[in-house]
Each structure stands twice: as structure tokens, then as C-alpha cells.
């Protein structure tokens, strides 16, 4: 059984910065693409941003340029670099595959309050 173990959310100032960190545990992990989620209070979930397995991402308008994914495929972990963070990015972040295959981990909390 695969699980997803999100951390590394916390409270930032306004402009500050964050790393959330994805371990994945029994899967296959090199074989998937995987995604970055995030569901704000009162707010559907949604896909900030995924990397294929060889690297490649893409990324939701509203943090493009700020945020950055990268992994480790040894480590089967996947990472969520989060510069310049705006209080529109306050939200409980999530990771799955892009189709959203996995079961959800519980999420890392990330607040962005001054």
C-alpha cells in the first residue's frame, strides 16, 4: 500500500519562504509523475504544480515563478520549494500523482500571516 507522507508546512511572514518535503513509500516512485495540491479553507483542492520523472514541470498561474518541485528518486521524496509567499497561498498542501492515484496523506498545514 502506498502512502504519502506530507511535512514541512508551517507559519511565514508575507514574502517569506518554505520547503515541503512528499515521502513515498511503496511504489514504484521513479515510474511516477508527481504533483504538488493545495485546498484553502471553504475551497475545492487544486493541482499547483507537477514533475515527471525525468524533471519536468509545470506549474498553475498563480505560482508560477515562485514555486519550484524537484525530487529525489532514491529517496522517493518529492520536494516544494515556496518563495515570495503571499497570504493567498495560506492552504493545506498535498501530493499525488497528477490523476490523483494514491490515497491522500494527511497534508502540511503552510500560513502566510504577518
Known amino acids: 500500500q502506498v502512502q504519502l507522507v506530507e511535512s514541512g508546512g508551517g507559519l511565514v511572514q508575507p514574502g517569506g519562504s518554505l520547503r515541503l518535503s512528499c515521502a513515498v513509500s511503496?511504489?514504484?516512485?521513479?515510474?511516477?509523475?508527481m504533483g504538488w495540491y493545495r485546498q484553502a479553507p471553504g475551497k475545492e483542492r487544486e493541482l499547483v504544480g507537477t514533475?515527471?520523472?525525468?524533471?519536468?514541470?509545470n506549474w498553475a498561474d498563480s505560482v508560477k515563478g515562485r514555486f519550484t518541485i524537484s525530487r529525489d528518486n532514491n529517496k522517493k521524496v518529492v520536494y516544494l520549494q515556496m518563495n515570495s509567499l503571499k497570504p493567498e497561498d495560506t492552504a493545506v498542501y498535498y501530493c499525488?500523482?497528477?490523476?490523483?492515484?494514491?490515497?491522500w496523506g494527511q497534508g502540511t498545514q503552510v500560513t502566510v500571516s504577518s
Open positions: 499525488n500523482t497528477p490523476s490523483q492515484y494514491f490515497n
Open positions: 511503496g511504489s514504484r516512485f521513479y515510474v511516477n509523475a
Open positions: 514533475i515527471t520523472p525525468d524533471g519536468s514541470t
